[in-house]
Structure formats: structure tokens, C-alpha cells
């Protein structure tokens, strides 16, 4: 996998785009921790597409976060950034944060976006099956959040990360965190509720929903949902696996997605 | 010097296994705790310590704002120091805290501070806290990335509502008023502001550029503040401006008896109730990611709550407590020569004194209160002989002949 580099106007902000793989153009949009090191499912899809994805700002090398503030310049810059990279007619791709951002996109701009694969999206809010704040969560308490596996995630939250007790090393994983999740917080925080279920009817897409059946950060129960209010959807459910269902059950969200498209 | 009592309110009433129990002081801990009688009792008593400082002779009364926790029970600073109004005459009132950026509209701050102020005869010193995570972003659901720019917006607001004398248009990003008409204004024009600060370097600045008055509010004492105040002189000599003591103050928990031995006998399980109860909060609370700026990141300052979630307060006796200055505690003369040290290695005018602790009984509080303000306050009241200890630019200034309160008999 290697980046390049958008210069997006009008304010120049420098966009890393990752790119892997041949074959059918893929956009992928992260969730609110980003790509892994390694992302076992950017490297799976980029076995049979030709995987294009762009970080948004506060990610990794992409600037220019202070200006975006809300869910609609959040979609905009996202539609600005699909519309520069010139794709053909790709399948759009967003999982958790990034699959909020991918159905906004796909309700905004419904003539634009045909294909469309939410992979355990937020952006519902159901008071009986509340979304876990995120926000408040140490470390240590994530892979249970984001795996089937805690064990076995735990391994891929922590591959290729420095050394925590050394403080130069933490001073810059904490800054990495507050850019990441301060730039998350203004679509999630508190509640990742930005009104999106009154436009998902907007949504004229086919729709592949994909959902980890032991998500326990955004409850499966939420993929019914979006499945009810998108037209031309599908929902499929992966065993033995939690909110990270890319990265834990790889080769089943490729076949899920070659299955739909 | 200027020395203010500053009460924090806590719940008093804690188990001994509070920490077991519970994760947090703060944002979660269920209000089924807060027993409403036992409430009423303690607010009076608490009001009532507040007026008692004034009469024994603190230049300042102090009250603050927090939310969904036990550490401090005033949600609304103002509604305390409304009551404060009618019963003092001469102590400035420190209202160390309206979080300006939680308000909607932000005005609510210009208007409730205007009405204090005429209430209290031109005595009110106001304080624009950003508010700790907890409060703004847990409690009060502020979006963190977005505070710092929301407060700016607040308190440009509150300034020209302050200055304004006719209506005016207010088209901000996140407050929008066609007609801004603050009813009443404040008698003093603006009021002196105290900004609590806890290392964020753009807080240096904005004092500066406000002469606001920069207040550190640790509870770790202030050998350690030492980096962070240095860092604040630091950038005052920079900006070239003057370097009045009074551009700065400090809080300081301090607990004074007759010997140092009597001090860790009487007040040594209150300050084991405030730093392990009060100020128990749950790490993940502490500090949300985007509150802080990443340039106070890079500078290293941790907020006063990570680095107190980081801290081994269970196991820190009262020898830890008083040697590193955590806690100023013992006979008033070894209580008198540490805050000198205070002052002068921190170079502040403003001290808010700390002297109801924790689950602290009426009768400690005062016992402390006294001893404080007649064998300490005075023998460091002329530390800052060049600036003729007071600055003009930094307390209030009431009016020369406020009419008298009467009781409802007369």
C-alpha cells in the first residue's frame, strides 16, 4: 500500500489517499481509529479491487480539520475528495464513522453514488440499544469493544506501536489521538446522531449492510434499522465476529462484497 | 495580597468504600447518593463558612461551577453567590467559574454576572472557566474539538454585551442574536476577570491580551506548579508587559492549628477524604480527546484531573502530603512561612485559600479559618510592597455607599 497526496481547495488542505490493488475502483472511507497498521481488510479488498482510501483530516498526514466542524462539511469534503480522485464508478465503502460519512454522501448526492457497502455504520441513535461512548474508554478497554476475539485483537490494535512508557513516544500517540478523535468527536460526540436517519430514504444506491453478529459497540440490531430505511439493501450478518468485522473476519466481508456487487 | 476563601462544596457524606464502590466522583456516580436533606444542611453550613471568611477579614469570597458530581454541588455558581449578596457588604465575591462556552445563549453569563454585580454593590470578580472535561463535554455535552472555539465566541459576546450601551447585532458561528440589549449592565465596566488556567498555553495569552488575571487551581501544591507558572512569567516577559503579582493566583489547600502535630490530628482524615474521594475520577473522564489543543499537548501539561487519576493518592500519608506541599498544614507559623515561600517562588497577589476540606466538620472549618486570618493573612499582606500590595486592574470595585440590606422585621 503506498499514499499520495490532494492538494483540495479552496484552502489547500493536503489529503493522504491510500491506494492498493487492481481491478474495480473500491472507495474506502476509516472508522473513527483510523486504518490499522497492516489493515487486514484494506489488504483483503485490495486482492480484487483497486482500493482508494482517503484519510480524512485529523488522520494520519491529512491537514486542514479546523475546518470542518459538522456532518455537512464533513460530507462535502468527503463528495470534494471522491470527485478529484476521478473514479469509475465506484463502490463506496465506509465502516463504522466512515460508513456514517458514506451514507450521508450517498443520501446528499443520491445521483452520484450507485454502489454503496455500510459496514457496521454509525449514525442511529435507538435509546433501547444505545451506541457505547467511545469516547471514554481507556486503551485497555478496547478490544472487547471492537473484536469477537479480544485476545487475538488486542494483537492487531498493538502490532507496530511504539513503546507506551517511553514519553516521547506517548506524547506523540496522544497528540495522533487527539487530532483522530477530536476530529471523530464533532460526528459522534456525544451522541453520533446527526439526523442522518431522517435522509437515509434519500438513498437510491444498492445497499450491502454488513454486521459483526457480536458487535457490542454499535449493536447489530442497528443494521435492521438502516436496512428498513434504505431501499435497495441487504443485510448480512458475520458470525463470530464484533464492531471491527473487516479486520476480524477479513475474507468474509470480501465475499459479501463480491457476492452483492 | 489578596487572600480568598474559596469554598468547592463537596458531598460530604462518602463512604468509607467509596472508591471500591464506585469508578468515578464525577459524570456516572448515581445521584441516588445525594440525600436532599442532608443537602440542605450542607449548603447552609457551607454559605454560612463563606460569610464567616468576610467577617474575620478575607478580602475575597470564592464559589465555582461543576456538574453531575460529588466533588463540588454548585451546578449554578451564581445562585450561591446571589445569596452571598445580601449577607456580606465588603468581601469581593469570586465567582471563579460561569463555563461560558456551555450556555445558550452565552448572554445568560453577561446578564446573570450584570445581576450580581448590582446586587452586590460593584463587588463581583468574574471567572470564564473553559470547564473541566468532565463537566463541558460529559456533563454538558460539548463537543470537545469545537470548546475552545465556541468559549472564544462566548466571551467576545459577553464583552460587547458588557460594553454595548444601545442594542446590537451578534452574528456568531454558533450564537446568532439580532438583538443583543444586556438588561441590567454591570456597575463596574467590565468586571475584573480570573481566568482558572491548567497549563494551556493559549490561556497565557488570552490573560495577557485581556489583563485577566491567570489562576492556577491545583490540587498538587505549589512546588509543582512551579513549572507552570514559570512557563506563565515566562511568557509575560515575552509580551513585554508589566509583571504585576496580581496578574497571577494560586489555589492552595491549607489547614492551620495551634502545632503541627494538632494539624495532622484534627484535618489529616478530611484531606484523606478530599484527595481520595473528591478528587477519585475516573481516568477516561478526565480528559477528552480533542478538549486539550494538541500545541498543550506537545507542551506536556497534563490537566489537573489526568494527572490526578495518575497519581497514587491511596497511598500518600500526610507526611507525603504536607512535605511536598500537596497540603500547607501545621502551626500558623509553619503554615506563615510556607505560603511566603508560595508567593514569592510563584509571584502571585491573588491566594485561593482552601480551608474547608473534604468532609470537614463546621466547627475545624472555622477553628481553621481563625487561626489563618489572624496569625498568618497578616504577616503576609505587605509581600508585594512595590505594587502597594493591590492592583487596581485585578479586584473589584464597589461602590462608596451601597444601601444596607434589612431584615424583613424592621
Known amino acids: 500500500m503506498k499514499s499520495k497526496f490532494l492538494a483540495l481547495e479552496p484552502l489547500g488542505a493536503r489529503i493522504e489517499v491510500v491506494e492498493a490493488g487492481k481491478g474495480r475502483d473500491l472507495l474506502f472511507l476509516h472508522g473513527a481509529g483510523g486504518h490499522m497498521i497492516d489493515d487486514p481488510l484494506l489488504a483483503a479488498l485490495a486482492d480484487k479491487y483497486r482500493v482508494v482510501a482517503p484519510l480524512l483530516p485529523g488522520y494520519g498526514q491529512s491537514g486542514g480539520e479546523d475546518g470542518l466542524r459538522d456532518m455537512l462539511d464533513v460530507t462535502l469534503h468527503t463528495l470534494d475528495v471522491l470527485e478529484r480522485l476521478e473514479l469509475d464508478n465506484p463502490i463506496v465503502v465506509g465502516h463504522s464513522m466512515g460508513g456514517m460519512i458514506a451514507a450521508e454522501m450517498a443520501a446528499v448526492a443520491h445521483t452520484e453514488i450507485a454502489q454503496l457497502c455500510l459496514i457496521a455504520p454509525a449514525g442511529l441513535w435507538l435509546d433501547d440499544h444505545p451506541v457505547v461512548d467511545i469516547f471514554s474508554k481507556l486503551p485497555y478497554e478496547l478490544p472487547a469493544l471492537l473484536f469477537h476475539d479480544a485476545e487475538a485483537g488486542s494483537r492487531l490494535l498493538t502490532a507496530g506501536r511504539g513503546n507506551m512508557e517511553d514519553p516521547e513516544f506517548l506524547k506523540q500517540f496522544l497528540v495522533m489521538n487527539a487530532r483522530r478523535l477530536g476530529m471523530a468527536g464533532k460526528l459522534l460526540f456525544p451522541i453520533p446522531d446527526r439526523g442522518l436517519a431522517g435522509r437515509l430514504h434519500r438513498i437510491t444506491a444498492r445497499t450491502l449492510i454488513v454486521w459483526g453478529e457480536d458487535d457490542v459497540l454499535i449493536p447489530p440490531v442497528h443494521g435492521d434499522a438502516f436496512k428498513k430505511a434504505i431501499s435497495k439493501s441487504k443485510l448480512v450478518k458475520v458470525a463470530q465476529a464484533g464492531h471491527a468485522v473487516g479486520q476480524e473476519k477479513p475474507a468474509a466481508v470480501l465475499t459479501a462484497i463480491q457476492d452483492f456487487f | ?410
Open chain 2, 1 to 410: 495580597m489578596k487572600f480568598t476563601w474559596f469554598h468547592l462544596m463537596p458531598w460530604p457524606h462518602m463512604p468509607d468504600d467509596f472508591r471500591q464502590k464506585h469508578r468515578s466522583v464525577w459524570v456516572d456516580l448515581p445521584n441516588r447518593m445525594y440525600q436532599p436533606e442532608l443537602g440542605h444542611i450542607a449548603y447552609h453550613q457551607y454559605l454560612d463558612q463563606l460569610e464567616y471568611a468576610e467577617k474575620v477579614g478575607f478580602d475575597g469570597i470564592g464559589v465555582n461551577e461543576h456538574h453531575a458530581n460529588a466533588y463540588g454541588l454548585m451546578p449554578s455558581p451564581n445562585i450561591m453567590a446571589a445569596t452571598l449578596t445580601r449577607r456580606t457588604s465588603k468581601a469581593a465575591l469570586v465567582v471563579l467559574g460561569n463555563s461560558i462556552a456551555l450556555y445558550n445563549p452565552p448572554l445568560r453569563v453577561a446578564e446573570e454576572m450584570a445581576m450580581l454585580d448590582v446586587l452586590s454593590g460593584g463587588r463581583l470578580i468574574a471567572g470564564f472557566p473553559v470547564g473541566t472535561s468532565m463537566d463541558t463535554n460529559y456533563a454538558y455535552g460539548t463537543i470537545p474539538a469545537l470548546t475552545r472555539e465556541k468559549y472564544a465566541e462566548a466571551h467576545d459576546l459577553i464583552r460587547k454585551a458588557w460594553a454595548a450601551d444601545e442594542p446590537f447585532a451578534f452574528n456568531g458561528r454558533y450564537t446568532k442574536l439580532r438583538y443583543v440589549n444586556c438588561w441590567p449592565r454591570p456597575i463596574q465596566n467590565p468586571p475584573p476577570v480570573f481566568i482558572p488556567g491548567g497549563g494551556s498555553v493559549e490561556t497565557y495569552d488570552f490573560c495577557i491580551d485581556n489583563t485577566y488575571s491567570y489562576s492556577y487551581l491545583s490540587y498538587s501544591g505549589y512546588l509543582r506548579a512551579r513549572l507552570l507558572m514559570d512557563g506563565y512569567w515566562k511568557r509575560v516577559a515575552e509580551r513585554k508587559v508589566d509583571e504585576s503579582p496580581y496578574r497571577a493566583g494560586f489555589a492552595q489547600v491549607i489547614c492551620v492549628a495551634d502545632t503541627d502535630a494538632e494539624a495532622e490530628r484534627l484535618y489529616g482524615p478530611h484531606v484523606n477524604y478530599f484527595y481520595n474521594r473528591c478528587l477519585h475520577v475516573h481516568p477516561g473522564f478526565a480528559d477528552a480527546p480533542g478538549y486539550r489543543t494538541v500545541k498543550t499537548i506537545q507542551t506536556g501539561a497534563l490537566s489537573q484531573f489526568t494527572s490526578a487519576a495518575a497519581r497514587d493518592y491511596p497511598n500518600m500519608s500526610w507526611k507525603d502530603l504536607t512535605e511536598n506541599r500537596y497540603v500547607v498544614a501545621g502551626s500558623p507559623e509553619t503554615v506563615r512561612q510556607q505560603l511566603e515561600e508560595l508567593i514569592r517562588t510563584l509571584r502571585v497577589g491573588n491566594i485561593f485559600c482552601l480551608l474547608h476540606i473534604g468532609n470537614m466538620p463546621d466547627d475545624k472549618v472555622r477553628h481553621s479559618t481563625k487561626l489563618f486570618a489572624e496569625k498568618v493573612m497578616p504577616h503576609l499582606r505587605n509581600l508585594w510592597p512595590d505594587w502597594q500590595n493591590h492592583d487596581d486592574r485585578f479586584w473589584c470595585h464597589p461602590m462608596h455607599e451601597p444601601v444596607p440590606t434589612r431584615v424583613a422585621a424592621e
